[in-house]
């Protein structure tokens, strides 16, 4: 089992910038990849950004320079740096974690093991 919590989420506005940690605990040696996702209301959970323990990230073509990820030097916890943010950044942001090894499908939601609870982020106009 790994629990992960996310921190720092709020209300900013357009043009702001926003650091996201997602800290994991429990059985982290297991951990393959971690990745981010969002949910806007009314809206499919959507894959971010994804990175590898071994090395390597992946992102989605909204987040490509804008976002970026990054780890601490134990694994144990990614940081998700946003910039310029827009009003259609508004969502729950999501990290997760698998064991599955490859990182092609890294996108793809239903491969991940561990969820966390969540952070809004609201980006106002």
């Known amino acids: 089992q790994v629990q992960l919590v996310e921190s720092g989420g709020g209300l900013v506005e357009v043009g702001d910038s926003l650091r996201l940690s997602c800290a994991a605990s429990?059985?982290?040696?297991?951990?393959?990849?971690m990745g981010w996702f969002r949910q806007a209301p009314g809206k499919e959970r959507e894959f971010v950004v994804a990175?590898?323990?071994?090395?390597?990230?992946y992102y989605a073509d909204s987040a490509k320079g804008r976002f970026t990820i990054s780890s601490d030097k134990p694994k144990t916890a990614t940081y998700l740096t946003m910039n310029s943010l827009k009003p259609e950044d508004t969502a729950v942001y999501y990290c997760?974690?698998?064991?599955?090894?490859?990182?092609?499908?890294?996108?793809?939601?239903?491969?991940?093991?561990?969820w966390g609870q969540g952070t809004q982020v609201t980006v106002s106009s």
């Open positions: 997760a974690t698998r064991t599955r090894l490859g990182f092609s499908d890294a996108n793809m939601a239903e491969t991940y093991d561990f």
């Open positions: 429990g059985h982290t040696s297991s951990i393959y990849n």
């Open positions: 990175i590898r323990w071994s090395g390597g990230t």
